[in-house]
């Protein structure tokens, strides 16, 4: 989840449980409003009733047209019941059924005076009063129909204010997130085409000072920095191979016509054959290392041609045969190649010789019968080249760091090397979006196998 989403989602989840708090506590104070105000017109009607009776000269002729003339029904659904000091019925306003009430209340009443319960339905406010000098028990049941109502009514339109306030305060906050944190994803999008051929592009700086705009200026701060370092890598190490190869160029020729032209004993026509070798493998780690300061990942896709790989295989295996002339090579195509295969991928053919000389040289250096063995698969999807030699193989706790500079196994423990061919090897491979693997599918069989992408 991005940033902004995470923020925009935290506000309206803040905001929700905040305002869901706010209309809990709106709807509880308007239902405790509207039971004291209920309860207060139950008051008010028993005084009502009271003062009625008090007047009153014949009450059970009077009561039916007073309370006819007065009654609260459409409001409360109001039902009065009145009894004498004998608590026997004298009055109710319910019609045409059997009235029914509670003994035990009326008995209550002669204790407390006056009850009021809200738990049953209706609710009911009875008291005892004394009018005239004589008691009279007087009950009153009523549903608050009309505040009922307009609780109900409050309830939904709460529900509504809050899914409805949820929902744009969860839009706003979006918007409003987005729009400050614009200038972020600017920052991100430009950080993102920064590269190592790139390290002189500095990030615009808005006026403002800003979060934003100080973590501009220390980018561009790092940057420059980086590049001084990287520049003075690639300094060095161009330099470095430049004067390198020059006297390991002149100290090759010279090799070569002591070896051809003059006569030396078989110790020292070993150790001039030898030295020979050492020698042409350092200019060959130079050239590596020449041309990879050339290039890094993200420019190398620009610089892409077509290559056949089966051309490649056979120029890295004529200049690994310099230094090892009795290394053979056995080149195949698989039967899992169709005819129509083009053998051909897009990559940089300099870089892709490195690749299969350095794999070759592995092969003459380690293999007992001085052979190497390639197969060639082509399908739809991939290119895979198997090089294939006989000699010991690489125990299983090494091959994990088997492409790790200057890492050498158990088996190259008396055999001269720099430990980088390997590694060189993967980072090349990395650039053209290939892999490769070790196996040891039998003993005393190393197995190589470099795949490419169509």
């Keep these: 989840m991005s940033l902004k989403r995470k923020i925009a989602l935290t506000i309206s989840i803040a905001f929700s449980l905040l305002f869901g708090m706010v209309m809990a506590v709106i709807y509880l104070s308007f239902n405790d409003f509207r039971r004291e105000e209920f309860k207060e017109r139950f008051r008010q009607r028993l005084e009502f009733t009271t003062h009625f009776i008090s007047r009153s000269k014949d009450f059970e002729e009077e009561a039916p047209i007073f309370f006819n003339e007065n009654s609260d029904n459409i409001l409360l659904n109001e039902k009065i019941l009145i009894f004498n000091a004998e608590k026997e019925l004298i009055y109710s306003t319910i019609k045409d059924r059997n009235v029914t009430w509670d003994n035990t209340m009326l008995n209550e009443l002669d204790k407390k005076k006056i009850i009021y319960t809200e738990k049953t339905v209706p609710e009911i406010y009875a008291a005892l009063k004394n009018i005239n000098g004589e008691n009279y028990y007087i009950l009153t049941s009523a549903f608050d129909t009309n ?154 896709q620009s610089i892409y041609e077509e290559v056949r790989i089966d051309e490649v295989i056979f120029e890295a295996f004529e200049a690994v045969e310099k230094s090892y002339p009795d290394l053979k090579l056995d080149f195949l195509i698989t039967e899992e190649t169709s005819e129509n295969a083009l053998l051909t991928i897009n990559g940089i053919s300099s870089l892709l010789v490195i690749v299969f000389i350095n794999l070759f040289k592995n092969a003459a250096v380690y293999s007992d019968n001085v052979e190497v063995k390639v197969l060639i698969t082509e399908n739809h999807n991939h290119l895979t080249v198997d090089v294939i030699s006989r000699g010991d193989t690489i125990p299983e706790e090494e091959r994990s760091k088997l492409f790790e500079a200057f890492m050498r196994g158990n088996n190259a423990q008396n055999i001269a090397g720099s430990g980088l061919g390997l590694r060189i090897v993967k980072r090349i491979l990395e650039y053209h979006d290939a892999g490769i693997s070790y196996s040891s599918p039998e003993k005393y069989l190393n197995k190589f196998s470099v795949t490419f992408k169509k």
């Design 147 to 300: 505040g009922k109502s307009k609780l109900v009514y409050l309830k939904y339109l709460l529900i509504l204010s809050y899914v409805m306030s949820t929902l744009l305060i969860g839009f706003f906050s979006y918007y409003f997130v987005e729009k400050f944190l614009r200038p972020l994803e600017d920052l991100n999008q430009e950080i993102s085409e920064v590269t190592a051929h790139r390290l002189t592009t500095q990030i615009p700086v808005q006026s403002s000072n800003d979060e934003v705009g100080v973590l501009a200026q220390s980018f561009n701060t790092m940057i420059a920095r980086l590049n001084d370092v990287f520049q003075s890598q690639k300094d060095f190490t161009a330099s470095a191979s430049h004067e390198i190869r020059t006297p390991i160029t002149r100290m090759a020729f010279q090799l070569e016509n002591l070896i051809k032209f003059e006569e030396h004993s078989p110790e020292t026509l070993s150790a001039l054959q030898q030295i020979q070798r050492d020698v042409y493998q350092l200019s060959d780690l130079t050239n590596s290392l020449l041309l990879l300061t050339k290039f890094d990942k993200e420019n190398i």
